[in-house]
């Protein structure tokens, strides 16, 4: 699908704010939530080769875009690659029953305190359009105590981002799922509050008119 140009501006509004630009330094872990985009694990494999943390934690069993797609769990996958880069199976912990990043969360702290890791700051990294949701969801679903969080993700522009195994089209009907859940989710006690400009959500309405609308929820009445 070719996309106009002002569809393509009213996304690059969403995506912007869906990332949060957290400025990164060491920290006790740094925790890869799964998807279906392995560059997220390239991203935590560089950080931890960058000396940001002494362990790596992979978080994901199988999703909605990953089941029937992955042959393996996705914290599997992900371990692997960052394998690949040079990070040692001694440094890696694997978390692979997960389904949602409320699980990553949940599963992932459970896992750090059975291996006993000290916890008082955390990276988390995500796909780019997942930064804000991620850490709004962390806020409210930690279940330890409060640890200092950051978020990253893959270092790339929209388009960049976008390929032919994940599309511009795909990514935009995600992203509009994506803020549609952080603007309701608080309410129902499954994320921390996030201010939404004006702009950020007509820029929502205008893409909701254009018919993105595969990953919304079903609206009341």
């Known amino acids: 699908m070719i996309l106009d140009q002002e569809t393509i501006e009213l996304s690059r509004r969403i995506w912007a704010y869906h990332q949060l630009h957290h400025n990164l330094h060491p920290a006790d872990a740094i925790l ?27 978080s994901g069993g199988f999703g909605r875009l990953t089941e029937g797609n992955f042959a393996e769990a996705e914290a599997e996958i992900f371990a692997k690659i960052a394998q690949d880069r040079g990070v040692p199976l001694t440094q890696i912990l694997i978390e692979n029953q997960s389904s949602n990043t409320g699980e990553n969360i949940t599963y992932s702290y459970q896992l750090l305190q059975e291996r006993n890791v000290p916890l008082q700051s955390l990276i988390l990294v995500q796909k780019p359009y997942m930064e804000r949701r991620t850490y709004a969801t962390f806020l409210k679903q930690w279940p330890g105590p409060e640890v200092e969080i950051m978020v990253t993700s893959p270092q790339l522009s929209l388009v960049n981002y976008c390929n032919e195994e994940i599309p511009m089209e795909q990514v935009i009907h995600i992203m509009l799922g994506d803020l549609q859940r952080i603007k309701l989710y608080p309410a129902l006690g499954f994320q921390a509050y996030q201010e939404i400009p004006a702009d950020v959500w007509d820029a929502f309405e205008q893409l909701k008119q254009k018919g993105f609308t595969d990953h919304l929820l079903p609206e009341e009445g």
Request: glycine share 12%.
């Open 32 to 58: 890869v939530l799964g998807s279906h985009d392995t560059r997220v694990a390239e991203r935590g494999a560089e950080l931890w080769l960058q000396g940001y943390a002494p362990w790596l934690v992979f």
